[in-house]
T-cell receptor, first 114, second 114 residues
Framework: GENVEQHPSTLSVQEGDSAVIKCTYSDSASNYFPWYKQELGKRPQLIID?????GEKKDQRIAVTLNKTAKHFSLHITETQPEDSAVYFCAASGGNNAGNMLTFGGGTRLMVKP | DTGVSQNPRHKITKRGQNVTFRCDPI?????LYWYRQTLGQGPEFLTYFQNEAQLEKSRLLSDRFSAERPKGSFSTLEIQRTEQGDSAMYLC????????????FGDGTRLSIL
């Protein structure tokens, strides 16, 4: 089955700096890669996703890049703000997984210092 | 779009008791997923429904766990003879019935076993 590794587990940045979170996956047939933000005690919230037919996607301060050959994808947050502080999860699905169940990484705790 | 709704939000019970959780998906979503999340970890897939049919179950789903979606709308997850290791957040997600559609999560039910 699919295995997703996520790094770093914690990330501390100054407000206004950029943050980058990286994930690798094992199933070369995976073709859908969402990112979720989870604040303490709240639901995982989808913030951006990318499908394998594109290499990059951007939405305001958030961007995701995908390298299918290397089987890794990354989340980039620019001009970080204190409200970006949360745990971020990457996930992968698709390919041989007909039901599109998500396999999640272990999460990255992002702390943005004012 | 009222979002995915889960009840109860919290459940505290004694070891050995049975518990049941409910999930109401987004109304036009045919796919419904259950995940389990323990502290500091990403969600792990448990089971998946397409309409009323349960199409996939994880090895994590022991014989003490059962899930239903009788009319293809809401779903229930029952745990019989609860154990300490069942303590976790149980998350429900739903999506449209097409490949690689975004999954939207509910707030979860936090289960604590005394």
């Amino acid at each position: 089955g699919e295995n997703v590794e996520q790094h770093p587990s914690t990330l501390s940045v100054q407000e206004g700096d950029s943050a980058v979170i990286k994930c690798t996956y094992s199933d070369s047939a995976s073709n859908y890669f969402p990112w979720y933000k989870q604040e303490l005690g709240k639901r995982p919230q989808l913030i951006i996703d990318i499908r394998s037919n594109v290499g990059e996607k951007k939405d305001q301060r958030i961007a995701v890049t995908l390298n299918k050959t290397a089987k890794h994808f990354s989340l980039h947050i620019t001009e970080t703000q204190p409200e970006d502080s949360a745990v971020y999860f990457c996930a992968a699905s698709g390919g041989n997984n007909a039901g599109n169940m998500l396999t999640f990484g272990g999460g990255t705790r992002l702390m943005v210092k004012p | 779009d009222t979002g995915v709704s889960q009840n109860p939000r919290h459940k505290i019970t004694k070891r050995g008791q049975n518990v049941t959780f409910r999930c109401d998906p987004i109304s036009e979503h045919n796919r419904l997923y259950w995940y389990r999340q323990t502290l500091g970890q990403g969600p792990e897939f448990l089971t998946y429904f397409q309409n009323e049919a349960q199409l996939e179950k994880s090895r994590l789903l022991s014989d003490r766990f059962s899930a239903e979606r009788p009319k293809g709308s809401f779903s229930t997850l029952e745990i019989q003879r609860t154990e300490q290791g069942d303590s976790a957040m149980y998350l429900c997600a739903s999506s449209r019935d097409r490949s690689n559609q975004p999954q939207h999560f509910g707030d979860g039910t936090r289960l604590s076993i005394l």
